[in-house]
């Protein structure tokens, strides 16, 4: 049996409700001004203090949900006085 290939142009059609995308280490790291390795050793360390906890532990890493990263953001931004 040969496998199937998924093109991108086929991935995109899929509707993903708003504020359900998700970002990987990478993306979040990059939103929070972090490098991926970074993240990951926060997430390993369990400190959640400078990262939010992730949404979903996946095969492929964690992953979280752009609406819990929002809701992170503007929680620490009231915390801190912004």
Known sequence: MMPVMVK???VNWIDVLEDYEV?????????????RNTVLAYLSRRNFGR???PNRQLAM??????KSVKEWEAKEDRARGK
């Open 51 to 53: 990262i939010p906890r």
């Open 61 to 66: 890493g964690p992953i979280w949900y752009e």
């Open 23 to 35: 970002l990987d280490a990478t993306a979040l790291g990059r939103r929070l001004g972090f490098k």
């Open 8 to 10: 991108e142009a086929d």
